[in-house]
């Protein structure tokens, strides 16, 4: 069985610049969700996507967008970036109805 | 708004030298209570999902509880390879295929020493 992975594992960008970070889901897995973890602190949902559309959304400005291709790997944009964007960024697989989330190791993504 | 909070934020023990830590939640209408165990660096790895009150697991040294309001990792006997970070979450009902989102605490951060 194959783990979630996500890729870059480090990131620098600098203010206002673009990003995209990428996940590939546990295999048999149709549900991804990201989530945001600032340092110290519990991961916080971003949102998450079933069947290639967004299906659920935490409190993140629109500037955070996703994708969800067919084979279920996932994306994460965000633009403009800030300062406070500064974290690490999980990806979750999961099927739909067992709520049992796996995670993968993250992108540490600084912004300066 | 859900919400949880783990305590203590930090804990050292002695190898040898059990202890619980604690995560209280206010939720409407609780589907499931996730524990995590997150080494620096890494993703949260799943430890434990309960239910409904009175529910108990455990897994080598480790085992939760779970009450109407909070639940409890009893860690028995630990080894420095138990230090982490430990993440409680809650799961709430949102009809559909809703279920990729936990809220989690802060989180309590173990240290065993030798």
């Known amino acids: 069985e194959t783990g979630v992975t996500q890729s870059p594992t480090h990131l620098i960008k600098t203010r206002g610049q673009q990003v995209t970070l990428r996940c590939s889901s546990q295999?048999?897995?149709?549900?991804v969700s990201w989530y945001q973890q600032a340092l110290g602190q519990g991961p916080q949902f971003i949102f998450q996507y079933y069947r290639e559309e967004e299906n659920g959304r935490g409190n993140f400005p629109p500037r955070f967008s996703g994708l969800q291709f067919p084979n279920y790997s996932s994306e994460l944009n965000v633009n403009a970036l800030e300062l406070d964007d500064s974290a690490l960024y999980l990806c979750?697989?999961?099927?739909?109805?067992?709520?049992?989330?796996?995670f993968g190791s993250g992108t540490q993504l600084s912004v300066l | 708004e859900d919400q949880v909070t783990q305590s203590p934020e930090a804990l050292r023990l002695q190898e040898g030298e059990s202890s619980s830590l604690n995560c209280s939640y206010t939720v409407s209408g609780l589907r499931g209570l996730f524990w995590y165990r997150q080494d620096p660096g890494k993703g949260p790895e799943f430890l434990f999902t309960l239910y409904s009150a009175g529910e108990e697991k455990e897994k080598e040294r480790l085992k939760a509880t779970l009450t109407k309001k909070e639940s409890f990792l009893h860690i028995t006997a630990p080894k420095p390879e138990d230090s982490a970070t430990y993440l409680c979450?809650?799961?709430?009902?949102?009809?559909?295929?809703?279920?990729?989102?936990?809220?989690f605490g802060q989180g309590t951060i173990l240290t065993v020493h030798p």
């Open positions: 979450a809650v799961q709430v009902y949102a009809g559909g295929t809703s279920y990729g989102k936990l809220t």
């Open positions: 295999s048999g897995h149709n549900t």
């Open positions: 979750a697989s999961s099927t739909p109805t067992n709520g049992k989330l796996f």
